[in-house]
């Protein structure tokens, strides 16, 4: 059991360490009886090396939360020794498929002393350093086949279920594609529109040109890595009608 100044003191912790580290931090305290939120946590927490051995012998009973407003995490628990300080670890984004991250080293925890200004100082040129590194390289990863777009031009890229995704890289394009159907993952920060509703989708490709045309912004519609030359969005051809049925992904 953790008793209350335990608890206090984590969460006191963590306050002034987010305060402390670069960009905007909030942080959040999990309490011993969130427990499905405890175990969804543990799952996600991106180390095989100090963290990992610690949470092997001593399941989580508690966490801090530190979240950036780019959806950054990282997650302060006990040390469970004889040591002053906490332990801290990176926490994976939860909404990218399992191949996005191979290859890619995890950016594991480290030990901190009971000082949070100092840590702050360690967190920022360690840790911190090691886990945008490996964020940007599993983004990276996410966006598979898809070319990412340029101010003037939205490369829109069909996907094996059917829907197509596009990484626009201007407010605007934005707009128009949110405005026809376009949903963001907030974790790649991709844009998708469902194939479910071909008749839709096509309606909505067909709608799209012109509208970003009148921006002065192209589009170009391509199968994933560039096996068909592209063509323009506005005369995208006629997709059949009908349901279509999603696929099935298994992590």
Do not use: C
């Not at 949903?183 to 790649?188: G, H, I, L």
Request: proline fraction near 8%; hydrophobic fraction near 40%.
């Amino acid at each position: 059991m953790h008793d209350h100044h335990t608890s206090e003191r984590l969460a006191s912790y963590a306050d002034v360490l987010a305060g402390e580290l670069p960009d905007s931090w909030t942080s959040s305290h999990l309490p011993e009886d969130a427990k499905d939120d405890l175990a969804e946590l543990a799952d996600r927490i991106w180390d095989l090396d100090l963290v990992a051995a610690s949470l092997a012998e001593h399941p989580l009973q508690q966490a801090a939360i530190l979240s950036r407003q780019d959806g950054a995490q990282l997650v302060l628990l006990d040390r469970n020794d004889e040591r002053d300080g906490f332990l801290i670890a990176a926490v994976a984004p939860h909404a990218l498929p399992d191949e996005a991250f191979r290859g890619v080293p995890e950016p594991n925890g480290i030990a901190l002393a009971d000082d949070p200004f100092l840590s702050a100082e360690q967190v920022t040129g360690d840790l911190l350093a090691r886990y945008d590194a490996a964020l940007a390289q599993v983004r990276h990863n996410a966006l598979g086949g898809i070319q990412p777009s340029q101010p003037d031009r939205v490369v829109l890229t069909w996907q094996p279920d059917g829907s197509i995704a596009t990484a626009p890289a201007d407010d605007r394009a934005t707009a128009v594609l949110m405005a026809h159907g376009f949903v963001q993952d907030p974790q790649s920060g991709i844009y998708r529109l469902s194939g479910d509703d071909t008749q839709a989708q096509a309606r909505a490709l067909r709608e799209i040109g012109p509208r970003l045309d009148a921006l002065g912004i192209g589009t170009a519609l391509q199968h994933p890595a560039g096996r068909t030359a592209p063509t323009t969005a506005a005369s995208v051809p006629p997709v059949p009608a009908g349901p279509r049925t999603p696929t099935t992904r298994s992590r």
